[in-house]
T-cell receptor, first 114, second 115 residues
Framework: DSGVTQTPKHLITATGQRVTLRCSPR?????VYWYQQSLDQGLQFLIQ???????AKGNILERFSAQQFPDLHSELNLSSLELGDSALYFC?????????????FGSGTRLTVV | GDSVTQMEGPVTLSEEAFLTINCTYT??????LFWYVQYPGEGLQLLLK?????DKGSNKGFEATYRKETTSFHLEKGSVQVSDSAVYFC??????????????FGKGTTLSVSS
């Protein structure tokens, strides 16, 4: 157990729907990162939050949004889902916003859009 | 923008063979470099890191040296075991890049070791 908790582990939904993925960072970590892992694109950085504020943005679609709450858990919202959104979504956390000591990853949420 | 290029796999080796997985990078500033490993059904785990040129990261028999002149960070292990079978990701964190300090990953290299 890495200490980073992601729920749900698996999610199957239909095109056009909206889903919310949840991440609880490791105790003491202030920064949360979201990544999308697919076979063709590999691991793509989506967005980073540090202590409740957005810190950096990567290749995140406009249909996707995220936030980090006062208790430091984070949610990734995916809307108007398309077949191509099927992927593994990872959350990672780090103590500070730099990640120099590396991240701690959760075990991911596997999203299947049918 | 910043990017990481890894050798394509899969890499298939016999137990006790020597391993090299090539990794090169492009970065705006002076990045830190990392190797992560992903075992089946699990998240990524930090394997080793190097934060400046000529640094050598090492862990569990794996090594990688930060080569600024060749913009490379190749992963090596002298004698692989079946338990090393996994996907290996090279990554960089470039404070001056577009992604801030977020890690930029290569596409991963699958290693399969047989006994």
């Amino acid at each position: 157990d890495s200490g980073v908790t992601q729920t749900p582990k698996h999610l199957i939904t239909a095109t056009g729907q909206r889903v919310t993925l949840r991440c609880s960072p490791r105790s003491g970590d202030l920064s949360v990162y979201w990544y999308q892992q697919s076979l063709d694109q590999g691991l793509q950085f989506l967005i980073q939050y540090y202590n409740g504020e957005e810190r950096a943005k990567g290749n995140i679609l406009e249909r996707f949004s995220a936030q980090q709450f006062p208790d430091l858990h984070s949610e990734l919202n995916l809307s108007s889902l398309e077949l191509g959104d099927s992927a593994l979504y990872f959350c990672a956390s780090s103590v500070e916003g730099t990640g120099w000591d590396g991240y701690t990853f959760g075990s991911g949420t596997r999203l299947t859009v049918v | 923008g910043d990017s990481v290029t890894q050798m394509e796999g899969p890499v298939t080796l016999s137990e006790e063979a020597f391993l090299t997985i090539n990794c090169t990078y492009t970065a705006t500033g002076y990045p830190s470099l990392f190797w992560y490993v992903q075992y089946p059904g699990e998240g990524l785990q930090l394997l080793l890191k190097a934060t400046k040129a000529d640094d050598k990261g090492s862990n569990k028999g794996f090594e990688a040296t930060y080569r600024k002149e060749t913009t490379s960070f190749h992963l090596e292990k002298g004698s692989v075991q079946v338990s090393d079978s996994a996907v290996y990701f090279c990554a960089l964190s470039d404070r001056q890049g577009q992604a801030g300090t977020a890690l930029i990953f290569g596409k991963g290299t699958t290693l399969s070791v047989s006994s």
